[in-house]
């Protein structure tokens, strides 16, 4: 499940960020590498939110610092 959320994370990242997906990989800093904005977070939260049916916490998603270890914390609240 973690590795297709991560995926889900880079593609979502990506087009927020209007970049190419391929930039991107579960090793992104989301704060030093793509300094990834709060609200930016948010909008791609409610989008997995959506997709996948289910409340993410985003204070635990503040302790992430990459696409990975963020993947993991949406997936151990998804389960």
């Known amino acids: 499940m973690k590795n297709e959320i991560e995926a889900k994370l880079?593609?979502?990242t990506a087009k927020v960020l209007n970049v190419d997906p391929s930039t991107l990989s579960g090793n992104t800093n989301i704060k030093?590498?793509?300094d990834l904005k709060s609200l930016e977070m948010v909008?791609?939260?409610s989008q997995l939110e959506e997709e996948y049916d289910c409340y993410i916490?985003?204070?635990e998603l503040?302790?992430?610092n990459t696409i990975s270890e963020a993947a993991q914390i949406i997936a151990?609240?998804?389960e």
């Open 10 to 12: 880079i593609e979502k």
């Open 32 to 34: 030093t590498d793509i």
């Open 43 to 45: 909008g791609i939260i």
């Open 57 to 59: 916490k985003y204070t």
């Open 62 to 64: 503040m302790h992430a």
């Open 76 to 78: 151990e609240q998804i």
